[in-house]
């Protein structure tokens, strides 16, 4: 039987879905002897509470953002503690039944309820290490610390600064910088001929309508728009079949569920995209000019910040800036466009997943490692 490393997600959101596959990829990759198990636990312990849990929060933050602040604010003082609350302790079980039969010699969570259960269990029995990938930046939830993980890995000295002054311990925190696909560390592919621009709808389909009709002079002048519309595929297939039957065929390119982002991301000019943890850093790592189009409040004001503060991507508060700022990216040669690229070179880590990969392993060996100069504390 192949040693064991236990990968925990769940899918509220992309950001920690992303975390956990390309955690695993790298695990893959540098310790090919082992099995790497991903599990959504929440989804497979209880998949009609998740299946509806997923839906409300997918609707509040495309279409609730204020109520969604609201629970979001309520979540920090809510007790998540297995003692009072009843729907955690099939999860416990469940945990536990996994650590019997697999034997994991280390745990990584890229979400944060799991070091709640793991708290728990804690108190009964011995638990391998606990690896927590936050995938919020600078605007960290307290949920996150609600129980205590052996090593937090964070994606930036800002996030790292913020945990310690939480009151975690130096020694506890890494700054790896986010696990994106290890595709960004491959070869990328050519450029487009033509200015070309990358659009990740997100937002309600009226929005959306509104926001192709701001880009439609900019297509009109050759510029090509590709649309990757995975899951929002049958809730915006009216608005986006509307537009297009507007418009010669080759001026815009609608994909479905796709692998190709990252390629995408580093063969386009410009994204217009959502302030999602996984998308802007998978940005940073490609390089690639972001107008930011939507921020869910609370969780995601952090990773716009980071990115708006170094001068990486321009924020629009409503279709028409965004097809304005998509303009002004790529007015002039792209000069905009190319300055935001170098200012992207010191915060660009498409090896974040190989970095937190490392953590992992050396934490399983019970070897501590150096903090990693090129992005975080110390030489």
């Known amino acids: 039987m192949l040693p064991v490393i236990l990968v925990l997600t769940a899918g509220f959101g992309d950001g920690h879905n992303t975390a956990a596959a390309s955690v695993a990829d790298a695990l893959r990759r540098m310790s090919p002897g082992e099995e790497i198990v991903v599990s959504d636990l929440i989804s497979e312990v209880q998949p009609k509470v998740s299946s509806i849990l997923k839906s409300l929060y997918q609707v509040a933050i495309t279409h609730l953002p204020s109520s969604w602040k609201a629970v979001y604010r309520w979540l920090g003082q809510m007790d998540l503690s297995t003692e009072q609350n009843a729907l955690l302790k099939p999860l416990v079980t469940a945990l536990q039944r996994r650590l ?69 311990e130096p020694a506890q925190t890494r700054v790896t910088g986010f696990p994106v696909s290890l595709q960004f560390t491959e070869k990328p592919p050519a450029p487009r001929s033509v200015p070309s621009l990358l659009y990740l709808p997100s937002t309600p389909g009226r929005h959306v ?86 921020v869910v409040p609370g969780q995601e004001e952090g990773n716009a910040d980071y990115l708006l503060s170094r001068h990486c991507a321009l924020r629009s508060h409503s279709p028409e800036q965004t097809g304005q700022a998509v303009a002004k990216l790529l007015a002039d040669g792209r000069k905009l466009a190319r300055q935001m690229r170098e200012n992207m070179l010191p915060i660009s880590l498409p090896d974040a997943a190989l970095r937190v990969a490392h953590e992992v392993l050396a934490l399983a060996e019970g070897k501590p490692t150096p903090e990693i100069s090129s992005s975080g504390r110390g030489a």
């Open 209 to 294: 309508a509104a926001s192709l009709e701001a880009l439609r002079p900019l297509l009109l002048t050759g510029v090509k728009l590709t649309l990757p519309v995975g899951k929002h595929a049958s809730r915006l297939y009216h608005v986006l079949r509307r537009f297009t039957d507007s418009l010669p065929s080759d001026m815009v390119d609608i994909i479905g569920w796709t692998q190709q982002i990252p390629d995408f991301l580093r063969s386009h000019d410009v994204v217009i995209c959502k302030a999602g943890g996984a998308i802007l850093h998978e940005v940073m790592a490609a390089r690639i000019p972001a107008v930011i189009d939507y």
């Open 100 to 168: 019997t039969e697999q034997k994991p010699r280390v745990i990584v969570s890229t979400y944060p309820l799991y070091a709640g259960l793991l708290h728990a269990l804690r108190k009964e029995q011995a638990v391998p290490p606990l690896v927590t990938v936050i995938t919020d930046s600078t605007s960290i939830h307290k949920i996150w610390l609600m129980a205590p993980s052996d090593l937090y890995c964070v994606a930036d000295v800002e996030s790292d600064q913020v945990l310690m002054g939480l009151g975690v």
